[in-house]
Nanobody
Framework: QVQLVESGGGLVQPGGSLRLSCAAS????????MGWYRQAPGKQRELVAS???????NYADSVKGRFTISRDNAKNTVYLQMNSLKPEDTAVYYC?????????WGQGTQVTVSS
């Protein structure tokens, strides 16, 4: 089992930056897949970025060039650096891990981009 705790959300002005953190309850070295998803009001949850145990990354087209996902195995933490934020990035951001046959989700952290 894996417990995930997100942090780093908040209110930021358009063009600003935030860094989200996802701390796992166990070593992420052997976790196959970790990703950041988001869900805006009235919309379905969508993939933002993902990273595999080998370090391969994938990004939604809407965030390419602005967001960067990374992992620190020593700290059991995955990060999402978000730059040049736009109002349409406003959502609850969730961390997800796939370990073995199971998916695990964090509780989410709110990101609001507004002037």
């Amino acid at each position: 089992q894996v417990q995930l705790v997100e942090s780093g959300g908040g209110l930021v002005q358009p063009g600003g930056s935030l860094r989200l953190s996802c701390a796992a309850s166990r070593s992420i070295f052997s976790i196959n897949y970790m990703g950041w998803y988001r869900q805006a009001p009235g919309k379905q949850r969508e993939l933002v970025a993902s990273i595999t145990s080998s370090g391969s990354t994938n990004y939604a087209d809407s965030v390419k060039g602005r967001f960067t996902i990374s992992r620190d195995n020593a700290k059991n933490t995955v990060y999402l650096q978000m730059n040049s934020l736009k109002p349409e990035d406003t959502a609850v951001y969730y961390c997800k891990s796939t370990y073995g046959l199971y998916d695990y989700w964090g509780q989410g952290t709110q990101v609001t981009v507004s002037s």
